[in-house]
């Protein structure tokens, strides 16, 4: 089992910036990709960045540009780093890890979540 969890998310003005964290415990062995995902109120779950162990990453086109996804692999961390945000980046952020898919989807293990809120 892979445990993960988030922190940074919080309120923040429209072109602001916010970091998000997610640090990963257990059987990190099994991770060969970390990314983010978001949901917004009323959507599905999206795919925000990812990134393999490796160092190939996937942006969302929503967010290229804008967002860095990033690790730090001696403390088993993913980092996002938001800038210029706007309203649609509102959502609940989670921390996703896994082996991984040609297709960038997710892996079976979640953090519980982050909320970030974009708004004047």
């Known amino acids: 089992q892979v445990q993960l969890v988030e922190s940074g998310g919080g309120l923040v003005q429209p072109g602001g910036s916010l970091r998000l964290s997610c640090t990963a415990s257990g059987s990190i062995f099994s991770i060969s990709a970390m990314g983010w995902y978001r949901q917004a109120p009323g959507k599905q779950r999206e795919l925000v960045a990812a990134?393999?162990?490796?160092?190939?990453?996937n942006y969302a086109d929503s967010v290229k540009g804008r967002f860095t996804i990033s690790r730090d692999n001696a403390n088993d961390t993913l980092y996002l780093q938001m800038n210029s945000l706007k309203p649609e980046d509102t959502g609940v952020y989670y921390c996703n890890a896994g082996p991984f898919r040609t297709d960038w989807g997710p892996g079976r293990f979640w953090g519980q979540g982050t909320q970030v809120t974009v708004s004047s």
């Open positions: 990134r393999t162990r490796g160092g190939r990453t």
